[in-house]
Each structure stands twice: as C-alpha cells, then as structure tokens.
C-alpha cells in the first residue's frame, strides 16, 4: 500500500493562490500578444505621419530638410537613428522603437520613389540631382565624391 501525503489547509491556500496567479499573468500575456500587431502598426503609421509633418513645417522652399551646413537629409539620417538604436541597443522599447523608424524610413524612401518615377532622382534634401552631387557640383559631399576617384 502506498503512502499518503498530508498537506495542510494552509499549504493547499498556497498552492491554490500560486494557481490563481499564474492564469491571471497568462491572461494578460495573451491580451498583450493580440494587441502587439495593431499597436505595431500605428506606431509605423506614427513614425511616418510624424516625420512627414516635421518634413512639412521645417523644410526650406526649395524642399530641402538637411542637417544645417551639410546636405545630408534629416529625414534619413533620422529614420536610420531610430530604426539602427532599436536594432542594435535591446531595451524594452526596441520593438516599439523599430516600428517607429520602419515608418519614417517608408516615408523617406516613398519620397525617393516618387521622384525617381518622374525621372528626377535626387536625394530629397536641396532638391539635388543625383548627375549634380556625382559631378561635384553638389556642394562638399559632391566635391569629396567627384575627387574621390570613385
């Protein structure tokens, strides 16, 4: 015959509460796994609404949004900062971070598009043609390009 094991009132409360408290945190896990793919989504939407209403108030009538004194696009460089930081420094908000950037990148890239279609690339900031910034006539990023000997 086998033996019995004795448990107390108290420890089966116990055990009774460790239950009870692990459903409750699996309950709010999978509440967080449904609402991921919709938070993800506006936050994409975010960052591509937020960078283009930066774009929109700052840029120049020309339709430059350069880093002042250079030629380099804010809008890039921004979008490459937010999405690469997420990438490469884990914190809990690298997720949310990554979707941010994946949105301001699309609205970088949809403006490089769009120009490119209508047969005149350039690279958004100072409206300057790609045949310009390879020629040197681009300003100092053309100059080192062109003497570069590349």
Do not use: C
Not at 78 to 99: E, N, R, T, Y
Request: charged share 20%.
């Amino acid at each position: 015959m086998a033996a019995g094991i004795m448990v107390s009132q108290r420890e089966m409360e116990r055990i009774a509460e460790g239950i009870e408290k692990k459903d409750k945190a699996l309950k709010r896990v999978r509440a967080e796994n449904k609402a991921r793919p919709i938070i993800t989504f506006v936050e994409t939407l975010v960052g591509g609404a937020g960078i283009g209403a930066l774009r929109g108030k700052f840029e120049k009538p020309d339709g430059s949004f350069s880093i002042p004194g250079t030629q380099i696009d804010i809008e890039g460089v921004a979008a490459l900062l937010v999405s690469g930081g997420s990438l490469f420094v884990k914190s809990k908000w690298s997720q949310d971070g990554l979707a941010i950037g994946g949105g301001m990148m699309a609205h970088y890239l949809g403006q490089l598009s769009r120009k490119a279609v209508k047969g005149n690339f350039t690279m958004v900031a100072g409206g300057m043609s790609a045949s310009e910034l390879i020629s040197g006539n681009g300003g100092s990023l053309g100059a080192a390009l062109a003497n570069s000997g590349v």
